[in-house]
């Protein structure tokens, strides 16, 4: 069976794309000139040099294929493309990765495009199913962890924007890259949308808490009011002032995110592992880097 692959080289997908070959799938990939490959080596992969503004072009790599994964962002605003394409290609299967952020009550730019990407998707005649990831961690590559983790590491102070109560659930990558292939042999998951979350919610207090234990660290925390915080950061961003954190981030930062996965583990055997249990081997991994 031949299996198409958007996203591929990016932090999911290049977890994803190995089990799709050990799971014995031809595996055919589509990469950006300027992307890095090297994260997946393996010489059984077909590469397709373009991109998502060519409808036509990816129309003619997907023929020929039975299965599409689509792990590249829904937040670009290219649903529309590539599942015309997908269709006109006759892809009988797809797999589409969107994201928990769908249900902020942040009226961003991004959720709205992702909204409708889903609708896309759902209208569509493809036998379709949506994942929903909470925020991806598990290597130097994720953006969000690994940053706390090397700032804790190096820092034995942290600011928290609010009162660091609001509940996060980040669920590991290779819980994500499972998700995927498990979703592939299950046709009850169809015409279905699921959230992927970690194990258990945990506040961000909590978060701080579990890394420090393992880093075997005792981190002070100072409290600032977020309200007056974003007041700031917007005041800096309409200066046009560059700063590393948004006035957005840190209002998400104060909204519990916290999801159910129930239908997923009863539909097709989710079954993530813990925070503390993904965070320790990406220490572990950090640290063996350092070394």
Same mark, same amino acid.
């Given at each position: ?21 050990? *799971? ?86 991004? *959720? ?180």
């Amino acid at each position: 069976m031949k299996v198409f692959v958007t996203g591929a080289t990016g932090f999911t997908g290049s977890r994803t794309v190995p089990l799709l070959l050990e *799971k014995g799938w031809e595996v055919h990939c589509l990469y950006r000139e300027s992307s890095n490959r090297s994260y997946l080596p393996q010489p059984e992969i077909h590469w397709h040099p373009g991109n998502f503004e060519d409808q036509q072009q990816l129309t003619e790599y997907l023929q020929g294929s039975q299965t599409l994964v689509n792990i590249a962002s829904l937040g670009f605003g290219h649903a529309d493309t590539i599942v015309k394409a997908a269709q006109s290609a006759g892809i009988e299967r797809a797999i589409f990765i969107s994201t928990t952020a769908i249900f902020t009550k942040l009226n961003s730019r991004s *959720k709205n495009t992702r909204l409708e990407a889903e609708v896309t998707i759902q209208n569509s005649d493809l036998a379709y199913t949506i994942l929903r990831p909470t925020m991806i961690y598990g290597s130097q590559r994720d953006r969000n962890m690994y940053r706390l983790v090397r700032w804790l590491q190096r820092i034995p102070l942290i600011p928290i924007f609010g009162k660091g109560n609001y509940l996060q659930q980040p669920v590991f990558v290779d819980d994500v890259a499972d998700a995927i292939v498990k979703c592939l042999d299950q046709s009850k998951t169809i015409g279905k949308s699921y959230n992927i979350a970690g194990k258990k919610a945990l506040t961000y207090n909590e978060v701080i808490d579990t890394i420090a234990g393992i880093i075997g660290r005792k981190i002070l925390k100072i409290y600032l009011a977020d309200n007056l915080v974003v007041k700031f950061l917007r005041l800096l961003e309409k200066m046009k002032l560059p700063f590393p954190i948004k006035a957005e981030q840190v209002k998400r930062l104060n909204e519990n995110k916290d999801f159910a996965y129930e239908e997923a583990s009863m539909d097709f055997g989710y079954q993530p592992r813990s925070f503390e249990e993904g965070i320790r081997f990406e220490i572990k991994q950090i640290q063996a880097n350092k070394s």
